[in-house]
């Protein structure tokens, strides 16, 4: 994730929470990076006995990290190289993830893992945010409709694109699994890594960025209704507001290109060994 955080302490929110802001954006990526370890060590390894609660405590790591996008975004000085970056990572993952796959088949590890198809959906989103509000501030009408046609096109290709895996053409074709791999390749808000409402949440996360109660609201919120509509522990997200609540808006020390180095490496590297060890 980019790091281009600024350095000074943001001063969001009420005066009585400013004494618990003592994480830096370093600090909380590298918080969900051990989280995330966890996460997929369950992933990769839950049929060799590896404890259900490891994934729990993993429901934590997207929204730190797209709390990171929201603020990376807001401060990085090039956001063409930004959204580049992350639809790179994308691109490698979705192009590698399916070629280990075939190599090393594992009936029980299906490896569709690819955040960075949900962070660069949510800068996506972000620009298009900057450019309507740019376009109403400027009175600009032109830009305004290209923003939201922008949007809204992006969601109908996602649409089709679901539509197209579905048809009985697509899936009697003898090449259906090359054609599967390429669809793949082309982020889509449907299919990215937690779907839709994630990448909802690190919109909402840029949108609302100055006022960091109503983003642990909006988080909270996120994690209750995933409770009530849904099984498993994804609604265990809601406690990422803890840590969230105790960023202090300075960047910190950290080499930015860590997590694009790290996120995918150990993810293939557990991958391997769980099917060595099958």
Aim: a positive charge; aromatic letters at 16%.
């Amino acid at each position: 994730m980019n790091n281009e955080i600024r350095t000074n302490t943001e001063k969001t929110g009420p005066a009585a929470l400013s004494g618990l802001r003592c994480l830096t954006g370093s600090q909380l990526k590298f918080l969900g990076v051990i989280l995330m370890v966890f996460d997929h060590l369950h992933q990769m390894f839950f049929m060799f006995g590896v404890p259900t609660w490891f994934t729990w405590i993993g429901r934590l790591v997207a929204p730190i990290f797209l709390f990171m996008c929201a603020e990376g975004f807001h401060y990085t000085r090039n956001k063409g190289r930004y959204m580049l970056q992350l639809f790179i990572g994308f691109e490698f993952m979705s192009i590698v993830s399916p070629l280990l796959s075939g190599a090393l088949p594992n009936a029980d590890i299906v490896l569709m893992n690819n955040i960075f198809g949900t962070m660069f959906l949510c800068a996506f989103y972000m620009w298009l945010t900057d450019m309507l509000k740019g376009g109403i501030k400027a009175k600009k009408p032109a830009k305004i409709a290209l923003a939201v046609a922008l949007a809204v096109l992006s969601v109908l290709a996602g649409f089709a694109l679901i539509s197209l895996l579905g048809m009985p053409a697509f899936l009697e074709n003898p090449h259906s699994r090359q054609l599967f791999a390429l669809v793949l390749m082309i982020p889509n808000v449907f299919l990215a890594e937690g779907g839709f409402p994630l990448v909802i949440l690190g919109l909402l996360f840029y949108i609302f960025r100055e006022k960091r109660p109503v983003q642990m609201a909006i988080l909270v919120a996120f994690g209750l209704m995933t409770l009530f509509l849904t099984d498993g522990a994804q609604w265990m997200m809601l406690f990422a507001a803890i840590p969230l609540l105790m960023y202090n808006g300075e960047r910190g020390k950290g080499n930015k290109y860590f997590f694009y180095i790290f996120y995918p490496a150990h993810i293939y590297i557990f991958y391997i060994i769980s099917c060595l060890m099958r």
